[in-house]
């Protein structure tokens, strides 16, 4: 037996397709753009995913306790945040098609097209110019003038009549509630989940008996307005993510960091992902966000390349901070044992719930060549696998299809399963192999007399026959025991 | 032992509050109208509903399959379901106070006040003239005519200084993506989850190989730009829904109608709610929803009255058909047995999670005399409960704590536990009662000879003593047979 591994996003996106993982948007009005739906498979497989991580988190550490904070939040939430002042990218209008750009990704195009017709040395000039353009309130001026002096020309209408640069916030505005004018009522979706946990401390801290260190886990939405958005389900719109904010002393941070990174990077490996597509890259100081005093990326390799999955972050006590000043209120915590008082310090573990899902199935991803055959099987995690179990009669008669129609019946208050009699043996079997399903039961015959089964290993395609009354166990003793190949 | 029920949606919003199911929205900003967080006990309780709502319809059943659409979907999709044009409310501003208001219920308050004043006859005339104001063309002109002429004023201001009556979207609008000009890009937060069913229902059937009847379920969140939205999480705008959109053919309908209104009926028995607080209401043939062929209400008598909160709709084949003809991409289903091709029609289950948690927490709350004490209880459905197990040391004593941190450590692996050794044995049990943890589980010294605990019981009070190595097995015994008193 010869397997492949992954070797084009593309094969992701049409099994994810065809199979029911994950659709575009709206596909049959053209599609929404950097927005996906997820499928019948594919709902399973997230849910699952979640279920891991909210366990590992809450129910695993008894100072972690999750919540589960409303998508709008106040506007001054958002002031508070930097995220009013400070998320925003520099946008130039392109006069004739009415299209709007990214200033910077234009020159980024012009050097690569310089690059192309072999002008090195100003494409290297160029880049050199733009890495160096910088300080944000010079930012849109420089940007300006750079297009202007080269004479760039906008992608699609080749026209060269721009607007100004100018910063364009990536939060979703919206109105909300009942008064007639506009500027009063605007609200935003939220662009990040962290802040509802920050603003939740003092509620929670008050009410769930918790002392510091602790944890606060969330699973939610957030929304970003992105120019460049792409790479199927990796850079979305509107993305889900898993967060918990963990609260320290403020001396203790560089080692809670620490711990942290390593559980997570753990995590990755539990649900399945094999060692050598994961690795580690810290963000060189001088390139750390405002809020943060170190940060790292848990890293997958990707079709695409290696990818961030997820972000360790050390974001002080810059947010709890804001937060006192904007709304006044105090965010010490009182440490009775040692009678001080102080802002706690805060660990982020933040990873993109879809990422995650698109990480799991390029990992679980294979086309094997077996004895002349091929096959695609996805080795997925059987936590993980959104059907666990796929019931077939040999062939349709009705002393078989009752037998495997009771099996169902069983297997079905603890297990997906999935009841399937058309088709030939071996089709079924392929069929739950894009699914990622682990086993496989089928009635025949001979099971009949002795009340047997056969149960098939979706991983080494291995049959054997076992007591119907025994299934259970093998599959739950099974799904404790799987380890990736 | 004497109990009393919830009287009083105030108890709930502050035990929510004090116990941390339920928040204010950016409480520490003051608040944001309409809009609520889970604390920690709150997002236990609302995942221990989803997951038995998503298995009673996915896991179950197998012809019904799930999905998870996002939020943003395309414009178009809006203008095909009808809630561009008609999911309009009539609003007035006053001009003093910029303040705006819903036309008829400006209409409503006044002639609730004339009923204060003993004015019954004038109030009976207006209320007539309110309810026969009607057809969608003339509304805003006769709700106006009716403020002018009695002359009602602006209940904040006081002032008479309207503006005319207009129809404003509830639709949350946002802009979208990367053009400049601000009408080509605008986007709505969807009002109801069900359209996200209907526009993957081709591809469901294309990747999932279901055939009619079939269903396809979904949980996730919708917005409503409501004037009036109160009564705690009863109306929000933000909110969440479980759906379920089951397709079958045409002539029957009827009976999948009635059948699926048996089932959810059931379905909220099931999960605790005591019989005499759930009723059926069916809507009147004269006041269905332009989709609807018929509709009904499952209602729970909340503190507030009788309210929704779910609601079973057959929507022929309106959705469907809207799709249809407006995406030009055919929605009819190939019956290969009988040879025909049809539009489905739709019984769409609909349920509020936060009214279903809502409702959960009013059934389950007692406050109870016992022996002279009194204490309040969540007599919660242990499948619901946000903590299963409370594990004590009865003292703080080294070998107390090692022995029940033992046993948190192995029950942890399979339910959520909170350890608690702060405070007299009474008020820690007290505390779990209001968290509703059914089960609480104390390791005293008498136990330490013959590996024993007490495990005490939520509902009755009861204790029993039994083996370490059989807690698993009680509790999981117990939470099978358990019943609503």
Redesign the interface.
Known sequence: MSAKNLDSLDKIVSLS????FI?Q?????????A??????????L??NIEELW?KSM???H?NI??????????P??WEASGHVDGFNDP?I?DKQS????RADMIIEEHILKLREKGKEDKADELQQELDTTGTREGLCEDLHEIIMREEIRAPESGAFDW?EVRQFNLM??????????ND?DA?Y?RPETAQ?IF??Y???MD???VQVPFGIAQIG?AFR?E?VARQFVFRM??FEQMEMQYFVEPETDGESYDEWLEKRLEWHKEIGIREENLRVADHPEDKLAHYARSAADIEYHYPIGWQEVEGIHNRTDFDLGR?QE??G?KMEYYDQKEQKRYIPYVIETSVGLDRTTLMVLCDAYREEEVDGDSRTVLKLHPKLAPTKVGIFPLVKKPELKKVARKI?ENL?QDF?????E?GSIGKRYRRQDEAGTPFCVTVDFDGLDDDTVTIRYRDDMKQERVKVDQLETVIRNRMKSWKPE
Chains 1, 2 share one sequence.
Not at 17 to 20: L, V
Not at 172 to 181: D, I, N, V
Not at 416 to 420: F, K, L, Q
Request: charged content about 30%; glycine content about 8%; overall charge positive.
């Open positions: 397709k065809a199979r029911g659709y948007s709206s596909e049959i009005y053209g599609g929404l753009s927005v996906y739906d997820y499928g019948p498979l594919g709902v399973e997230k849910r909210w809450t129910q695993v008894d306790v999750g919540i589960d904070a409303a998508i709008f939040m106040h001054k939430v946008m209008d009415k299209k709007r750009y607007t979703f505005k919206t109105h909300y509630g009942a008064t007639s004018s009063e609200i979706l509802g603003v939740n003092k509620n929670v009410t769930a008996r939405k307005n120019v719109r509107e937060h904007y709304s209120k169902e079905k997906t399963v999935r009841y399937d058309s």
